[in-house]
Every structure is written in structure tokens, then in C-alpha cells.
Nanobody
Framework: QVQLVESGGGLVQPGESLRLSCAAS????????MGWYRQTPGKQRELVAS???????NYADSVKDRFTIFRDNGKNMVYLHMNTLKPEDTAVYYC?????????WGQGTQVTVSS
């Protein structure tokens, strides 16, 4: 089993920045990738950003040039640095961890962008 613990959500004003952190622990031995998804009420969970074990990144078009994902392999942690936040970025953000074709999810952290 893999456990994921997220931190860093909160309330910010439009244009401000926020950083999310996710720590993975447990039976970690062959990571496919790590990343972040988000979900708003009534909508499907959507990919925000992901990073593979080799460092290849993938971003949703809506966050390109504003968000940056990076990971610390030694600590099994993944971060999402979010710049120039917009009200439409408001959502619950979930950490994702993939290993040998299995997905693991964090409990989610709320990000609210509002003036």
C-alpha cells in the first residue's frame, strides 16, 4: 500500500501564488509517475500536471506557463507550484501516485481563489 499526504491548500486572491506538497510513503518500489488532479462539484476529476519517473512533465492547457510540477525522488515527494492563480483554479486538488499500473490518491486539499 501507498499512502499520500497533501498539504499547502488554502484561500488566496487572484494573481497570487500557492505551493502544494505531497508526500508518498509505504510500499514504494517502482514509480510510474506522480502528479496532481483537481475536481469541482459536478465535474470529473481532471489532470493538472504529472511527472514521470524520468522527469517528463505533462500539463493541462489551462495551467501551462502558470503551474510547475517538480519532485524530490529521494524523499518521494511531489510539488505543484501555482502562479498567477485565477478564480477558475478553485477546486479540490488531489495528489496522484502511479505504481505498476495501480493508482493511489490523496484525500485532497482545497484551493480557493477569490477576492
Amino acid at each position: 500500500q501507498v499512502q499520500l499526504v497533501e498539504s499547502g491548500g488554502g484561500l488566496v486572491q487572484p494573481g497570487e501564488s500557492l505551493r502544494l506538497s505531497c508526500a508518498a510513503s509505504g510500499s514504494i518500489f517502482s514509480i510510474d509517475g506522480m502528479g496532481w488532479y483537481r475536481q469541482t462539484p459536478g465535474k470529473q476529476r481532471e489532470l493538472v500536471a504529472s511527472i514521470t519517473s524520468s522527469g517528463r512533465t505533462n500539463y493541462a492547457d489551462s495551467v501551462k506557463d502558470r503551474f510547475t510540477i517538480f519532485r524530490d525522488n529521494g524523499k518521494n515527494m511531489v510539488y505543484l507550484h501555482m502562479n498567477t492563480l485565477k478564480p477558475e483554479d478553485t477546486a479540490v486538488y488531489y495528489c496522484w501516485f502511479g505504481q505498476l499500473g495501480r493508482d493511489y490518491w490523496g484525500q485532497g486539499t482545497q484551493v480557493t481563489v477569490s477576492s
